[in-house]
């Protein structure tokens, strides 16, 4: 019901984008995060969008340098990645929740299998 793409092997500096294609009753009136994680690591929250797409939530760690973004005609979330660091790789996961873009992974409730991303230096 959530399915994400687009990871793989970029080097340091480069570019990647991640799609999280959804089925039209998760997508619709839901909030849509990206979350990642490293081995070892908890999931971390990466970036959060709402519905309406003008509301947006960023982790420090990559403000400036990720964007997410959403189609909702595609029922489609994206999440362009740049000036990507080594400290990025991770399996990235893509979730849903009803309400606001919150930050923490308790807050949602449907998640994709995750796509791999992998920075050398």
């Known amino acids: 019901q959530l399915q994400a793409s687009g990871g793989g092997l970029v080097q340091a500096g480069g570019s990647l984008r991640l799609s999280c294609a959804a089925s039209g009753r998760i997508f619709s009136s839901s909030a849509m995060g990206w979350f990642r994680q490293a081995p070892g690591k908890e999931r971390e929250f990466v970036a959060a969008i709402s519905w309406g797409g003008t509301n947006t939530n960023y982790a420090d760690s990559v403000k400036g340098r990720f964007t997410i973004s959403r189609d909702r005609a595609k029922n489609t979330v994206y999440l362009q990645m740049s000036s990507l660091k080594p400290e990025d790789t991770a399996v990235y996961y893509c979730?849903?929740?009803?309400?606001?873009?919150?930050?923490?992974?308790?807050?949602?409730?449907?998640w994709g299998q995750g796509t791999l991303v992998t920075v050398s230096s």
């Open positions: 979730s849903r929740r009803v309400g606001l873009p919150l930050k923490r992974p308790s807050e949602y409730d449907y």
